[in-house]
């Protein structure tokens, strides 16, 4: 069975200062691996993802996360924070190549300030 | 190319009485996924479809709940019998029908909030 944990539910910034959201999965088998961001009353929207390759995986909007294997992790991170990202993000797990059901931890939100 | 489609918005229903939930996939795509996301919860799969084909439904309750994606169409999630506890989020994804990484990314669309009442 495949889950994902996403330590701290509410994480606060300062306009400016770098993100760090963290995510770890668990998995038999090796993942593909997903950060979605969610603003109020919209759909989820690709961050990015890790499928094969560059365990370093760049995103939209500065965002990049890196596959650590060994740590069974893939924490999101930005250099620095920008008002408009304050939203929630999800970490998601699939488990096989082909288009399967994505397993979603509970999400973090963002929030930056001034 | 526009996105995924998903009608309506918001939908009331008052206990005892029947949901539709539409999605309209991506042109292009052929394969949805339907996700519910309960209040401070993140979502939850509840079933994956192809045209005319229910490919994984292990996410659905057994009872109330159907999904269907017919050959011409938008997919369709029915709750029959609603109840307060169905209040949530429904969202709906697709992904393209063609081999390779593309395959594995799902586009979502904007949500379907159902209230019950």
């Known amino acids: 069975a495949q889950s994902v944990t996403q330590l701290g539910s509410h994480v606060s910034v300062s306009e400016g200062a770098l993100v760090l959201l963290r995510c770890n999965y668990s998995?038999?088998?090796?993942?593909?691996l997903f950060w979605y961001v969610q603003y109020p009353n919209q759909g989820l929207q690709l961050l990015l993802k890790?499928?094969?390759?560059?365990?370093l995986v760049k995103g939209i909007n500065g965002f990049e996360a890196e596959f650590k294997k060994s740590e069974t992790s893939f924490h999101l991170t930005k250099p620095s924070a920008h008002m408009s990202d304050a939203a929630e993000y999800f970490c998601?797990?699939?488990?096989?190549?082909?288009?399967?059901?994505?397993?979603f931890g509970t999400g973090t939100r963002l929030q930056v300030t001034l | 190319n526009a996105g995924v489609m998903q009608n309506p918005r918001h939908l009331v229903r008052r206990r005892g009485q029947e949901a539709r939930l539409r999605c309209s996939p991506m042109?292009?795509?052929?394969?949805v996924y339907w996700y519910r996301q309960l209040p401070e919860e993140g979502l939850k799969f509840m079933v994956y479809l192809q045209k005319e084909n229910i490919i994984d439904e292990s996410g659905m309750p057994k009872e109330r709940f159907s999904a269907e994606f017919p050959k011409e169409g938008p997919s369709i999630l029915r709750i029959q019998q609603v109840v307060r506890g169905d209040s949530a989020a429904y969202f709906c994804?697709?992904?393209?029908?063609?081999?390779?990484?593309?395959?594995?990314?799902?586009?979502f669309g904007p949500g379907t909030r159902l209230t019950v009442t």
């Open positions: 994804a697709s992904s393209p029908s063609q081999t390779g990484a593309l395959r594995d990314e799902q586009y």
């Open positions: 998601a797990v699939s488990y096989t190549g082909t288009a399967s059901k994505l397993t």
């Open positions: 042109k292009g795509h052929s394969h």
């Open positions: 890790y499928t094969t390759g560059a365990t």
């Open positions: 998995s038999s088998v090796p993942p593909y």
